[in-house]
């Protein structure tokens, strides 16, 4: 299998493997219990939420005082308690919110969720590249804007917003900023201290951790109800026992990112590179989409003009590549993708798009495999189509 | 250690460990990817998902239908969706809710949240031995109450409610039936049919699985809503990336439970009488905790007069004893248990009870063990005490 789909999921590191197999024969203890069995839990909860915490430059808690990184049962819960959390904490007089339309069902269906709640949601609109712009969100910013949320960068083009600048505009006017930065952590520093947000939401299955957990950054002083309710974890913010190996392996994965973060994106950005020139060199009628000056490294969208989507990803698939149609979490919907439509491609091109995501794991060979392989499907398949044939693809 | 705390949390079955550490070099696609991979993750998933619902006599889903078991990031997360999701689901012009004060957290907390909401919610008491009785869940239901919420076994004392005449008794009114089986479990036959509960809750942690994965059951033909928002995963009951770690490990956990059941409690209840037998014995002043003819196997709550729980509780600790003096949810708090002061007791014999609760693998060498020191520590530290002299302790 030649797996260029790292950013559904990503393999587990075999780091994090060792961890977690070394971990169930450490403690199984619970870290609310008294003893030693559960003192080692709660020792390796402290030790794993610094390591976190660490990662995007967060203060972590400690036994007596909360800090800032809490971890929570995936992204998208992550996402929701972010947006939800906050918000409860608020006297409600606030009844204005702004997302974008290229977000995560995660944060799209829970700004969904808040209309219906009787708020008033701006979803700003992005440009041919995939970017809000700062003064669409400029225009869109009230005095009773209470919460702004748009994503660090995006999982099916792979655009970065600026994120620090819009974090900016939004406390201008007194409103918070969050960021799903689920897609960024292990691609592009996540800074919460150099981006200035109040929220943060990132995920370890992302970055060669296990899935099913996730974590939100708090900023110091900032108000969150919880949104699960409960018993005392996660200092109130997320309570429900801890999942201790979710959380060990999300720490070694974050621990792992740290080391060579620069070499291993230069090197996913090459082999991307690779691929979109071998690609362009071989097949006609094709694009790539997203920012190529603001991207995350790795990160190839392209469309083939012509060719249904989903045909090309089955043959690509039985050939042994992976890759995708668009986001894991929108699978088996047969809309086009609202992240490309929003970006202005007609939907029978959003419909012939793949997106390719190079990951850690990713060596030369495999993309000089698909640089063989992609150009002969695409013309096979072009061959079955007469609108193809009479575009002269 | 001997560890006497399984209602806490139970030691990970070395044959969950196993399975675990096989799968994560088995796959680590995501569910929801059309490749190898995601078909591989898919396949577990379903399998896991039928295993977890053969434990309870649910409804498995499979790829086109939803079934009656979804999975969730906790027992806590579990309650939270089971009592959250259908309220959302209604109308709302229902505006009366019944549970009992002896609830966990997570579902005292829950409908606390809910009083905000505008509900009003009657908190049921309990006898002397912890029982709600029908009697006052009749004089509670109105033709305007939504939803009850009864847990199937206490997690402090171990009583066992009659939740199959409950259930009955709310469905007269309309009323849709919720049970919290965290406690239950592994313990005492869950079957949904059987209770005819309309939803229920269960955790892994309890039974010998992972920490940080639960699930619901919602009875077939029940409209949901979810509680966090997202994608499609669970069926749209519950979105987000699946913890398959979690999840392949809660399917292990309920595989193993149906493995002599039976013996495997009759062990755990025969060394509970041996501890209760050694104390009653050997120590003066103490009385046991429950309901004697309606209690899960293993678990003995006992009140030792005229010693400071905390105390007690941490020279037992000293001694290599884990057990606790309530629900490892409400560690810390310095509040007699809620449990037991519902139940009658005054609150200063209230914090000088511990609970031990029996588990799959402990010994009658523990016991024995138990038995030999719990007498010494008592007597030690009623030598300390004006009160138990006063007493004649």
Chains 1, 2 share one sequence.
């Not at 075999?14 to 024969?25: F, G, H, I, R």
């Not at 999300?250 to 996913?268: I, S």
């Not at 920012?291 to 790795?298: A, L, T």
């Not at 003009?305 to 039985?318: A, T």
Request: charged share 25%; hydrophobic share 40%.
């Amino acid at each position: 299998m030649n797996y260029f789909d790292n950013s559904a999921t990503t393999q587990l590191a075999p780091e994090v493997k060792e961890t977690l197999c070394a971990y169930m024969d450490k403690t199984y203890g619970n870290p609310s219990s008294p003893y030693r069995e559960g003192r080692l839990a709660r020792k390796e909860l402290l030790r794993a939420r610094a390591q976190v915490a660490q990662s995007i430059g967060a203060i972590p808690g400690d036994v007596d005082n909360k800090g800032e990184l809490f971890f929570a049962g995936s992204g998208t819960e992550a996402d929701n308690i972010a947006i939800m959390g906050p918000l409860a904490a608020l006297d409600g007089s606030k009844r204005h919110l702004i997302t974008s339309v290229i977000e995560h069902p995660a944060v799209l269906n829970t700004f969904r969720h808040l209309e219906k709640q009787g708020y008033e949601v701006d979803y700003l609109p992005v440009d041919r590249m995939g970017n809000v712009t700062l003064d669409s969100l400029k225009g869109a910013l009230r005095a009773d804007t209470a919460l702004v949320s748009i994503m660090y960068a995006n999982n099916e083009v792979g655009t970065i917003q600026p994120i620090r600048e819009m974090a900016e505009l939004a406390h201008e006017v007194g409103a918070l900023f969050h960021t799903d930065a689920v897609q960024a952590l292990g691609k592009i520093p996540v800074d919460v201290k150099e981006l200035d947000v109040d929220l943060l939401s990132i995920s370890a299955h992302k970055i060669y951790g296990p899935k099913g957990i996730g974590a939100i950054y708090v900023k110091e002083g900032l108000d969150i109800k919880p949104y699960i309710h409960g018993g005392h974890q996660e200092y109130g913010v997320r309570p429900g026992t801890e999942n201790m190996l979710g959380i060990v392996g999300f720490a070694t994965a974050c621990k792992l990112l740290l080391e060579d973060f620069e070499v291993r994106n230069a090197k996913k950005q090459r082999l991307a590179e690779l691929l979109m020139k071998g690609l362009s060199e071989s097949v006609s009628h094709i694009y790539f989409n997203g920012n190529d000056e603001s991207k995350i490294p790795g990160h190839v969208n392209v469309t083939f003009k012509y060719v249904e989507g989903e045909s090309l990803l089955m043959s690509l698939n039985l050939k042994g590549i992976a890759c995708s149609s668009g986001s894991a979490c929108t699978t088996g919907s047969d809309k086009p993708s609202h992240v490309l439509t929003a970006m202005g491609l007609p939907p029978i091109e959003a419909q012939s798009s793949i997106r390719f995501t190079v990951g850690r794991y990713n060596t030369e060979e495999e993309v000089k495999y698909l640089v063989q392989e992609i150009p002969l499907i695409v013309e096979r398949l072009r061959k079955l189509s007469p609108i193809a044939r009479r575009n002269g693809a």
